[in-house]
C-alpha cells in the first residue's frame, strides 16, 4: 500500500475515531456510565454553558465534570442527548466538531425541558486517542420549564447510588 493510500486510511481512522466519541458522549450521559465517560476526555476540559445559563466557561479536571455531571443528570427520570450529523474538520492532531443536538429531560409527571443547538467540540490527539478538551453548548432553542433543573440535584445522589447497587448486583449474578 502506498503512502497517500497509508495517509488516506489513518485520516478515515481518525475521523471514525471521533464519530465514535461523539456517539457515545451522549450514550454515556443518558446512560449515567461516568467512568467510562471520564475517557473521552482529556486530563482538562474547558465546558462553555454561557449561551444557555450565563457564567463564564469554565476549565476543570475530567474527574470534576464528571462529578458535576453525576450530581445532576441522574436526577432526572430520563434524559436523552440526541446528536445530529457532526461537521468535523481535522488538521494534525487537533480536530473541531460542531454537531447540532437536542437534549431532552424529562422529571416526574409533567416535568419536561429542551434545549436545542449546536455543540461545538474541540479535540485533541493524546497518545492515540482523539480526546475532547472542551465543548461549548450554542443554544438554539428552548422548550418546557426550567423548574426541573433544580429539583433534579435533589435526586441524583440517591438515584446513582441506586443505580450503583444495581450494576454491583448484576455483576455478582
Known amino acids: 500500500m502506498g503512502h497517500a493510500a497509508t495517509s488516506h486510511s489513518n485520516r478515515d481512522k481518525d475521523i471514525a ?3 465514535s466519541n461523539l456517539n457515545s458522549f451522549s450514550a454515556l450521559a443518558d446512560n449515567n456510565a461516568y467512568e467510562y465517560l471520564t475517557l473521552l476526555f482529556a486530563p482538562h476540559v474547558t465546558t462553555d454553558y454561557t449561551s444557555l445559563f450565563g457564567g463564564e466557561a469554565v476549565t476543570q479536571k475530567r474527574e470534576v465534570l ?3 455531571w453525576a450530581a445532576f443528570l441522574p436526577g432526572f427520570d430520563k434524559t436523552f442527548h440526541y446528536l445530529g450529523n457532526p461537521s468535523i474538520n481535522r488538521k494534525e492532531d487537533i480536530a473541531f466538531a460542531n454537531v447540532p443536538f437536542t437534549a431532552s429531560h424529562w422529571l416526574g409527571h409533567d416535568g419536561f425541558w429542551q434545549v436545542s443547538g449546536i455543540y461545538h467540540f474541540t479535540f485533541r490527539k493524546i ?3 482523539w480526546l475532547i478538551t472542551s465543548v461549548t453548548l450554542e443554544k438554539r432553542e428552548e422548550v418546557g420549564s426550567r423548574d426541573i433543573l433544580a ?3 435533589e435526586n441524583a445522589k440517591d438515584r446513582l447510588a441506586d443505580l450503583q447497587q444495581l450494576k454491583n448486583d448484576t455483576l455478582v449474578h
Do not use: F, K
Request: hydrophobic fraction near 35%; charged fraction near 10%; avoid cysteine.
Open 66 to 68: 464528571m462529578q458535576n
Open 127 to 129: 497518545e492515540g486517542q
Open 17 to 19: 475515531s471521533i464519530h
Open 151 to 153: 429539583i433534579a440535584p
